[in-house]
């Protein structure tokens, strides 16, 4: 054995080095991200004199619940606000999977004519900022009387987020094997047997993530909330949020601000916690063959 190979270092220690070089490099990474959310989440349990404090202090010296007292008591309450945005969010998700899996169903299975011609269009939609629909948007509904009410704003978030569903979803029903669909047409099934019983259970990961983007974009969207909902008693979150933080004499509340933050991203992380096993597995759907 010669000198030059008793020098290197054994295979498994420089294994070991690396996995712990990744390590430390992914916690860098994980506490870079986490440690605005943690600022959030301290500053908001700050007693009001420190809020405004300079310079500014960045670990509360006592904890106060008189953000979130300020925040619950807001106008009409913040459950009312967390309920309609709730409801927006529901009905959002509802129409999303009842549009988007029957399409990428036809656009994955059946032999449509000048179907990738169509699918472009679709996600060539994506491409045209909603903004600048509004005000045609907002008309139309007004016409057909959606405008104050949840379900017309659930209607333009489902608009939103339809092309990137019916993409997922597409996707989803493409990576089913061939082989069960041709047994389940040898065995008698019908076209919406094989849907229900043979698609939909191996998609479920896709239609998770379906939801859960449905659900975040409905939760966050400000503008057409904003436009469409004229009575406070239907607002949603993030209109709360941007009255609550005004101060005195058009100063900004940031007690109250980090409170509105905290609550308006519970949900979120909540509902991401409890589905992130089928969201991983849904993104990935159809991407590998």
Not at 65 to 94: D, F, M, P
Request: one cysteine or more; proline letters at 7%; a positive charge.
């Amino acid at each position: 054995m010669s000198v030059a190979t008793l020098a290197l270092p054994p295979k498994p220690l420089a294994r070991q080095a690396r996995g712990w070089l990744m390590a430390a490099i992914c916690i860098a990474i994980i506490t870079l991200m986490l440690m605005p959310l943690v600022m959030s989440f301290l500053a908001s349990f700050r007693p009001l004199a420190e809020t405004s404090a300079v310079p500014p202090t960045y670990l509360p010296s006592a904890l106060s619940l008189e953000n979130y007292q300020k925040v619950a008591n807001y106008q009409q309450g913040v459950w009312t606000y967390v309920r309609n945005s709730t409801v927006v969010a529901g009905l959002t998700i509802v129409l999303c999977l009842a549009l988007s899996v029957p399409a990428g169903f036809a656009l994955a299975r059946f032999p449509v004519p000048g179907k990738e011609i169509w699918f472009v269009l679709i996600l060539a939609s994506m491409m045209i900022p909603y903004q600048a629909l509004l005000v045609p948007i907002y008309l139309m509904f007004a016409k057909l009387g959606l405008t104050g009410n949840h379900f017309g704003l659930a209607i333009l978030h489902t608009i939103l987020q339809l092309p990137f569903s019916v993409y997922l979803m597409r996707n989803s029903f493409e990576s089913v094997p061939k082989e069960l669909e041709e047994a389940a047409r040898v065995d008698g099934a019908s076209t919406a047997f094989q849907l229900r019983r043979v698609f939909i259970p191996l998609a479920l990961p896709g239609m998770v993530t379906v939801a859960l983007f449905a659900f975040i974009t409905s939760w966050n969207e400000f503008i057409g909330a904003l436009i469409l909902m004229n009575t406070e008693s239907a607002f949603t979150v993030p209109i709360m949020l941007t009255g609550v933080v005004s101060g005195d004499f058009g100063s900004v509340d940031w007690g109250a601000l980090q409170a509105s933050v905290v609550v308006s991203m519970l949900p979120c992380l909540l509902v991401y916690l409890a589905l992130q096993r089928y969201y991983v597995s849904g993104l990935l759907a159809g991407a590998v063959k």
